[in-house]
């Protein structure tokens, strides 16, 4: 796009020397931003702070889809002014971003849709401002009522808060708040300066994403370092990243059948879901892929007999899938249940910045698979699965078309595993030294959707800052669009549909 003040970024991971970072005063910051972003081709996939002395820096990383670039830009300010015109106005994905910075930083972003903290963590800027005075909409009617769900949960969900405004049973709005652990990854990965401890912690973001978020720091610290891994292990990892994907598209698949008592499904993928995290702990002794990633190397390298292990597995299991969801779309029931439920139209996810399956369903190719490919898919050609209805229907019928895409990317690298020489094995390096001044953005289509992960470095090549985003940072306000107007009983299979992370979001 002609006109635009940016660094653009050409491959995934990226570096950029933060000397060259184009810096913008923020009227131009703000009008190249709302220009990029009305534009379904451009996201943003990180927005932030880092404050240096007496200033405020602000970075934002815009990504095209279509060029597979990624934009970086910034603002600089004097960290006394206190004030700035609200993106979000305009573009309505920052709003979560603009919401993080104000609670960081204290800084009033006016004419925001509704400006309040994300988290509200001990280091927040408002220190008068507590979780639980949170200002949930209301709607001043007496017609209308609310449902409060949480934030203590049944079972072992995590803390998070639901409030429901209802007219009869019809759902007008929904708000969800979280942010109850207040678990500071983010500082933690500063504070703990040795590479284990940074891939063990990767690990943690999000439980159900390990492999998903620690290739993301991996990618990040290789880069950092100027380390390129081979051909092999780059194979590797990804296979590793679509077996996570197969366990969990399989487990949602059982859980959606779970709530509409389709007993049939719910079983049988639970069973099969069990089959594939066991032949992961059959390769790294772990069931959730914890510990195949590490910086420059591995301690679990996939040896033929394994492949052809995990390879003899998948069939049975696909054929077994492919079975049972033969009998889950065709039953009428499921059907009735999920068809026309929780849409999502192409313009909601758009203006909400949607990521993953929760762009997909709904006409968006966003995929950074395709679009910003990383590791063995810059040469892989992947061409993602896309639907259109937005509704449970299509994020359950996604989930069976990844996992046959996933099982033919699985044999693909695993054949051509084969015809590659036996390299003698290259064990984690925890000794890399990183570059000095930089920035650096990695990104890494997890099961969920697009994870991001940037690091800057300063003049000792010292991590100072380190900023993750989960997919579900976007998607949670997909959620709360996908059940206005259903019925209040069917949000938890909306709630299923899109299985987003309260630890993934509440870092």
Same mark, same amino acid.
């Given at each position: !796009?002609? $006109? &635009? +003040?940016?660094?653009? &970024?050409l491959k995934n991971p990226g570096l950029v020397p933060i000397a060259d970072i184009p810096v913008l005063d923020y009227s131009e910051f703000r009008k190249q931003t709302s220009t990029l972003l009305v534009k379904e081709s451009y996201h943003c996939v990180n927005y932030f702070t880092s404050h240096s002395g007496s200033y405020i820096d602000f970075y934002i990383l815009v990504a095209n889809d279509d060029s597979h670039k990624i934009l970086v830009y910034s603002h600089r300010q004097p960290a006394n002014i206190k004030s700035l015109e609200s993106i979000s106005k305009e573009s309505f994905q920052l709003h979560i971003f603009e919401r993080e910075i104000y609670e960081k930083s204290g800084i009033l972003f006016e004419g925001h849709p509704w400006l +309040?903290? %994300?988290r509200y963590p001990h280091d927040r800027a408002v220190k008068e401002l507590f979780i639980r005075d949170y200002p949930f909409y209301k709607i001043e009617s007496e017609e209308t009522h609310e449902v409060g769900v949480g934030p203590i949960h049944? $079972? &072992?969900i995590e803390p998070g808060h639901?409030?429901?405004?209802?007219? $009869?049973?019809k759902v007008q709005h929904l708000e969800i708040q979280l942010g109850y652990q207040h678990r500071g990854v983010e500082d933690v990965f500063l504070k703990k300066t040795g590479l284990l401890q940074r891939s063990v912690l990767s690990e943690c973001i999000a439980g159900d994403t390990a492999v998903g978020h620690s290739l993301a720091f991996t990618q990040a610290a290789e880069a950092l370092a100027g380390v390129a891994i081979n051909q092999r292990l780059s194979a590797e990892r990804i296979i590793a990243l679509e077996l996570e994907r197969m366990a969990v598209h399989v $487990?949602?698949?059982a859980a959606l059948c779970g709530d509409v008592a389709y007993q049939v499904g719910q079983v049988t993928c639970e069973a099969l879901r069990t089959m594939i995290i066991n032949t992961t702990q059959d390769w790294c002794g772990n069931r959730f892929g914890k510990g195949i990633i590490r910086p420059g190397g591995t301690n679990y390298p996939l040896r033929n007999e394994t492949a052809d292990l995990i390879l003899d597995r998948l069939k049975e299991i696909s054929r077994r899938f492919v079975e049972v969801t033969d009998l889950i779309y065709n039953d009428s029931g499921v059907l009735a249940r999920f068809e026309n439920t929780g849409p999502v139209s192409r313009i909601q996810a758009h203006l909400a910045g949607? %990521?993953? !399956?929760a762009a997909r369903t709904s006409g968006i190719q966003r995929d950074i698979r395709k679009t910003h490919p990383f590791q063995a898919y810059s040469a892989l050609e992947y061409k993602p699965a896309l639907l259109e209805s937005g509704d449970v229907l299509a994020r359950a019928m996604l989930r069976? &078309?990844?996992f046959e895409l996933s099982y033919s990317v699985i044999n693909k690298l695993v054949a051509e595993l084969k015809e590659m020489p036996r390299n003698i094995d290259i064990a984690p390096d925890y000794s890399l030294k990183f570059k000095e001044r930089m920035l650096c953005v990695s990104l890494v289509e997890g099961w969920r959707g697009e994870i991001c992960h940037t690091a800057i470095t300063d003049a000792d090549g010292k991590i100072v800052l380190y900023k993750i985003k989960d997919p579900s940072l976007h998607n949670w306000h997909v959620l709360a669009l996908a059940v206005r107007e259903q019925e209040i009983s069917d949000f938890p299979v909306c709630n299923k549909s899109f299985n987003l992370s309260y630890c993934g979001f509440d870092l």
């Open positions: !796009m002609k $006109g &635009i +003040k940016s660094f653009e &970024i +309040k903290p %994300v049944a $079972g &072992i639901f409030r429901f405004l209802c007219y $009869g049973e $487990g949602d698949t949607a %990521v993953g !399956m069976r &078309i990844e």
